[in-house]
């Protein structure tokens, strides 16, 4: 019930393109949804965030659908470049922003030129 | 920003040898840090939540006599991995609440025990 479930392990995009990621989640206590990046060698970095009262969270080209009712949540990349090629983690929280994260299994992103 | 500097970021050590960890946050006080671990191509393993001033609460699995957790300072904790072996190797990052989104990432320490 604590695990949060990531798809697809991996994924090529052509530059320019969207990338989609997905997580699903059991707890329907989690209350904070945040998506990290992580390069190779480096910690994950915060990426963008949703709480559960709102369906779409978009800064710039990052955007985060979420579906409570279907416990899901997807990471969308517009116009996909070279520079975003990372792992990416889904993660959820109980008791928001600063409770302990479960984290999903991770995608790495590969953006061709 | 929030920023948590985490050293070393790299160490080989010998076989049952000890290694410290240091993260630090530079800006804001660390009331809580998490430490995870992350094989290779594998996610986020929480390891245990360290509390200023308190005990750390490991999860399930975790040896705590193997991995020291100590977190003496608002600023300061650190993880010592005792009598390390070769199964330790791995990648180990650091995370204190506060900062940027409430949770800031140290930048990690690969350790390799030769």
């Known amino acids: 019930q604590q695990q949060v479930k990531q798809s697809p392990q991996s994924l090529i995009v052509q530059k320019g393109g969207i990338s989609i990621i997905n997580c699903a989640y059991e707890?329907?206590?989690?209350?904070?949804f945040p998506w990290y990046q992580q390069f190779p060698g480096k910690g994950p970095a915060l990426l963008i965030a949703?709480?559960?009262?709102?369906s779409e969270k978009k800064e710039g080209r990052f955007t985060i659908s979420f579906n409570k009712s279907a416990k899901q949540f997807s990471l969308h990349i517009m116009d996909s470049q070279p520079g975003d090629s990372a792992t990416y983690f889904c993660?959820?929280?109980?008791?928001?922003?600063?409770?302990?994260?479960?984290f999903g299994q991770g995608t790495t992103l590969q953006v061709k030129p | 920003g929030a920023v948590v500097s985490q050293h070393p970021s790299r160490v080989i050590c010998k076989s049952g040898t000890s290694v410290k960890i240091e993260c630090r946050s530079l800006d804001f006080q660390a009331t809580t840090m998490f430490w995870y671990r992350q094989f290779p191509k594998q996610s986020l393993m929480l390891m245990a939540t360290s509390n200023e001033g308190s005990k750390a609460t490991y999860e399930q699995g975790v040896e705590k006599d193997k991995f020291l957790i100590n977190h003496a300072s608002l600023t300061l904790s650190t993880l010592t991995v005792t009598s390390a072996h070769p199964e330790d190797s791995s990648f180990y990052i650091c995370?204190?609440?506060?900062?940027?989104?409430?949770?800031?990432f140290g930048s990690g320490t690969r350790l390799t025990v030769v």
């Open positions: 707890n329907t206590a989690f209350d904070y």
């Open positions: 949703i709480r559960p009262d709102v």
């Open positions: 995370s204190a609440r506060g900062g940027v989104g409430g949770y800031t």
């Open positions: 993660a959820a929280s109980i008791s928001g922003n600063t409770g302990k994260r479960i």
